[in-house]
């Protein structure tokens, strides 16, 4: 799956594709430089059952690792993974 996040003052987006067809989305709410709050995901009825909302979720793990930035869930679906993955946590506040 092919991801891109986008910014705009204060709210962001990490978009999936899938053979150039759009698969799914995380938005989430800048707090400040260090701090984002996930608000919600959404994954194509078409794109159901196949992983691509925790594909998305790891994605955006990585580039808030990267760019050192903490997380706070209150998307149920993020914070369900959260849950259930531990090596994940580390990201958030």
Not at 15 to 40: C, K, M, N, R, Y
């Amino acid at each position: 799956m092919e991801t891109t996040i986008q910014k705009q003052g204060s709210k962001g987006t990490i978009q999936g594709q899938i053979g150039g067809v759009p698969a799914g989305a995380i938005t989430f709410s800048v707090a400040s430089d260090e701090l984002i709050i996930i608000d919600h995901t959404e994954v194509d009825e078409a794109f159901r059952g196949k992983s691509v909302g925790k594909q998305l979720l790891t994605n955006l793990v990585d580039y808030l690792r990267e760019n050192q930035i903490k997380a706070i869930a209150l998307c149920p679906f993020a914070k369900a993974i959260f849950d259930k993955t531990p090596e994940i946590r580390d990201v958030l506040k």
